[in-house]
């Protein structure tokens, strides 16, 4: 916020004292004056030249004499403030007419008088006078008096800021900065002033005041001084009752074992635990201290409890005694070493006591012994039974292996076969059409060859080039259409049936895929789209990227889209840094549930078995992925709103042995 000093202040608070006023008293006098000139130029003359100008036009205007009128019209138009005259006669027609050129926002009083002979109205007077001379002249008298008085505000302006100046402004100055002395402690210089005024007096209350807090900080100080000693002193004493507590409480949970420690108030109850013995018991603290209860459960035998206190009060001390307690977890029964001491803080008698799960200590050295004592038959009929068993997997390992390697196999030539299906069915189209304009142009070759033989018309040639002309055009559309058709699918059977590896651009990949799959996808009312970066190079194995992309489309057209819904797949990339890029396929369809994220690249898992799904499609997506591609792939999934996977690939692949 912005502050203003006490001089500001002032120079604003005495020139509006001076100016206002005169500005208000100047304006009210303009207007009356304004009003009393335009009564005086303007509106008595106009009167005058509109009375005289009515007696004087009777004559001419009867006789039709317009030079005679016109004299009269000039004389009146001598002077500046007459801006026009129109004379009319008895049937309105202009009778003598004469107008100064003025501008356009000049204000104008007009006056009307008839023209009367012998009772008789036998004309019109019309007289228009200007105030502008009027204005002109009261400005420029404003302006003198603005003068003379913006001359008198600066001399009554510059006066009373001397006289504020050096009675109050300075002597205030001098204060402030006597009072800020004051504020920092300096107190033993006396404030020096003469001047018997009020700010004088003021000066004298302030020196009393600075004696009195002289005196009041002087005895304050000395009490300060005593209580910071007192409290420097409490401090260091908590300080390191603080220290011993936060050591005591770190060693206790930070204790491997677990540890407790019981109130005698007046009966023994826990008071805390550590961490150890949440992890051993698996009670939580709130549990286990906030309720008698439980603290009596813990006990599978509360005489050993009772017995360990006996002892302790007794001996202070107890090592090596063994009992069963209970835990958290199903009530499992732990078997314990305790070991504790009683101690005393603050007058108060603490119990401290260490539980020892030795359970499967003991288990084991019962087993230890009863091992030994059978140990060699059951080594023997051990051994024998894991020979048994690694045979068996063995034989059964490599079963899976073959069937799962067949599975595979067979999927892919499943999808390799519906591409040659679809590929064939969208070849017949234009290979049809091609073979229909060709037996067209050959019966057609032949009849014109015929006609020319006999004596060929014009007409008819005409008419035979212009459909060779057509037909050749459907020809060359059809056949270059079948031509794409052959190349895509030539180069994607290529990758698929091989495991070359080579350079190639992914958006030209991407788009042969697409031109590919064209059948399949339009089949369905989906669509594909691909929004890759043109010349983006990779040096890896298109076969298996291509039938990664494969499997991608078809597990969407089969899993996220409902019959009735037209849904969209959409393939994008872009560079993830120099060494790898990111390929995402997402899906608008109905999305993954999330019990089944999890389990989508496991081999054999569909939720459409026996409804097109074979449960292989995304473990091939996997196992390329990362064996082959030597990337990583990543699902995110939100019911009802879609699927998107995303692929990061290196832009060179390792060498791979066997793409699957």
């Keep these: 916020?912005?502050?203003?000093?006490?001089?500001?202040?002032?120079?604003?608070?005495?020139?509006?004292?001076?100016?206002?006023?005169?500005?208000?008293?100047?304006?009210?006098?303009?207007?009356?004056?304004?009003?009393?000139?335009?009564?005086?130029?303007?509106?008595?003359?106009?009167?005058?030249?509109?009375?005289?100008?009515?007696?004087?036009?009777?004559?001419?205007?009867?006789?039709?004499?317009?030079?005679?009128?016109?004299?009269?019209?000039?004389?009146?138009?001598?002077?500046?403030?007459?801006?026009?005259?129109?004379?009319?006669?008895?049937?309105?027609?202009?009778?003598?007419?004469?107008?100064?050129?003025?501008?356009?926002?000049?204000?104008?009083?007009?006056?009307?008088?008839?023209?009367?002979?012998?009772?008789?109205?036998?004309?019109?007077?019309?007289?228009?006078?200007?105030?502008?001379?009027?204005?002109?002249?009261?400005?420029?008298?404003?302006?003198?008096?603005?003068?003379?008085?913006?001359?008198?505000?600066?001399?009554?302006?510059a006066l009373i800021w001397f006289l504020f100046d050096r009675r109050i402004v300075r002597p205030i100055r001098i204060l402030q900065q006597e009072t800020a002395r004051l504020a920092s402690g300096q107190m033993d210089q006396a404030l020096a002033w003469t001047r018997q005024d009020?700010?004088?007096?003021?000066?004298?209350?302030?020196?009393?005041?600075?004696?009195?807090?002289?005196?009041?900080?002087?005895?304050?100080?000395?009490?300060?001084?005593?209580?910071q000693q007192e409290l420097a002193e409490r401090l260091r004493v908590e300080q390191i009752l603080r220290e011993t507590e936060e050591k005591f409480i770190a060693i206790f949970q930070a204790s491997p074992v677990a540890m407790t420690v019981f109130r005698k108030n007046p009966s023994y109850r826990m008071a805390d635990v550590n961490d150890a013995w949440v992890r051993q018991f698996g009670w939580s603290h709130e549990t286990i201290l906030g309720q008698v209860s439980m603290q009596e459960y813990l006990w599978r035998n509360m005489d050993d409890f009772h017995h360990v206190v006996s002892r302790l009060e007794r001996d202070g001390e107890i090592h090596g005694y063994e009992?069963?307690?209970?835990?958290?977890?199903?009530?499992?029964?732990?078997?314990?070493?305790?070991?504790?001491?009683?101690?005393?803080?603050?007058?108060?008698?603490?119990?401290?006591?260490?539980?020892?799960?030795?359970?499967?200590?003991?288990?084991?050295?019962?087993?230890?012994?009863?091992?030994?004592?059978?140990?060699?038959?059951?080594?023997?009929?051990?051994?024998?039974?894991?020979?048994?068993?690694?045979?068996?997997?063995?034989?059964?390992?490599?079963?899976?292996?073959?069937?799962?390697?067949?599975?595979?196999?067979?999927?892919?030539?499943?999808?390799?076969?519906?591409?040659?299906?679809?590929?064939?069915h969208e070849l017949n189209t234009p290979i049809g059409t091609s073979v229909t304009v060709a037996s067209t142009l050959q019966q057609q070759t032949t009849e014109i060859y015929q006609q020319f033989q006999q004596g060929l018309r014009k007409s008819v040639l005409e008419e035979y080039l212009s459909n060779a002309r057509l037909g050749t055009d459907l020809l060359l559309r059809n056949l270059s259409k079948a031509s794409e058709l052959v190349a895509s699918f030539k180069q994607v059977a290529v990758d698929r049936t091989s495991a070359n590896r080579r350079q190639f651009a992914l958006d030209e990949m991407m788009d042969e895929l697409i031109v590919t799959l064209g059948p399949m996808i339009r089949k369905t009312p989906h669509e594909v789209t691909a929004d890759i970066p043109a010349k983006m190079l990779l040096d890896s194995y298109p076969g298996a990227l291509g039938?990664?992309?494969?499997?991608?489309?078809?597990?969407?057209?089969?899993?996220?889209?409902?019959?009735?819904?037209?849904?969209?797949?959409?393939?994008?990339?872009?560079?993830?840094?120099?060494?790898?890029?990111?390929?995402?396929?997402?899906?608008?369809?109905?999305?993954?549930?999330?019990?089944?994220?999890?389990?989508?690249?496991?081999?054999?898992?569909?939720?459409?078995?026996?409804?097109?799904?074979?449960?292989?499609?995304?473990?091939?997506?996997?196992?390329?992925?990362?064996?082959?591609?030597?990337?990583?792939?990543?699902?995110?999934s939100t019911v009802g709103e879609g699927t998107r996977f995303s692929m990061s690939i290196p832009k060179t692949a390792k060498i791979a042995e066997t793409p699957h």
């Design 1 to 157: 916020m912005q502050r203003y000093s006490l001089r500001q202040i002032s120079i604003f608070g005495v020139g509006l004292g001076i100016l206002l006023p005169a500005l208000v008293f100047g304006y009210f006098m303009v207007l009356a004056r304004y009003e009393r000139e335009v009564q005086l130029r303007v509106r008595n003359p106009m009167v005058q030249y509109a009375d005289m100008l009515a007696k004087a036009m009777e004559v001419p205007i009867w006789n039709v004499d317009k030079e005679v009128g016109r004299q009269f019209v000039n004389g009146v138009m001598h002077n500046p403030e007459v801006v026009s005259i129109a004379i009319t006669d008895e049937a309105g027609s202009d009778f003598v007419k004469q107008k100064k050129d003025m501008s356009s926002g000049a204000a104008l009083i007009t006056d009307t008088r008839p023209v009367i002979l012998d009772s008789k109205i036998i004309g019109k007077v019309e007289i228009s006078l200007t105030t502008a001379n009027v204005k002109h002249d009261l400005l420029e008298d404003i302006a003198k008096q603005l003068l003379g008085l913006g001359a008198q505000v600066l001399f009554s302006f």
């Design 198 to 227: 009020e700010i004088g007096n003021l000066a004298q209350g302030l020196d009393k005041m600075r004696l009195n807090l002289g005196e009041l900080i002087a005895g304050r100080e000395h009490q300060n001084a005593l209580l």
């Design 323 to 424: 009992a069963w307690c209970r835990s958290g977890i199903a009530g499992r029964l732990l078997l314990c070493e305790l070991s504790g001491r009683l101690v005393r803080i603050a007058e108060e008698t603490m119990l401290i006591l260490v539980q020892e799960d030795i359970t499967e200590k003991r288990q084991n050295e019962q087993a230890i012994r009863n091992m030994n004592a059978t140990l060699e038959k059951r080594v023997s009929e051990r051994t024998h039974e894991l020979e048994e068993a690694n045979s068996e997997l063995t034989v059964v390992l490599e079963d899976l292996q073959r069937a799962q390697q067949e599975l595979l196999r067979t999927e892919k030539m499943a999808a390799l076969g519906s591409l040659v299906a679809g590929v064939a």
């Design 547 to 636: 039938q990664v992309m494969t499997n991608l489309i078809n597990n969407a057209f089969i899993h996220a889209f409902d019959p009735e819904v037209r849904g969209r797949v959409c393939i994008e990339a872009h560079d993830k840094d120099h060494a790898f890029i990111e390929i995402t396929v997402t899906d608008n369809g109905k999305g993954i549930a999330p019990a089944n994220i999890g389990r989508i690249f496991d081999p054999f898992f569909t939720t459409r078995l026996g409804q097109g799904g074979s449960g292989l499609g995304l473990n091939i997506v996997y196992n390329l992925v990362k064996d082959v591609l030597g990337g990583d792939i990543r699902v995110s």
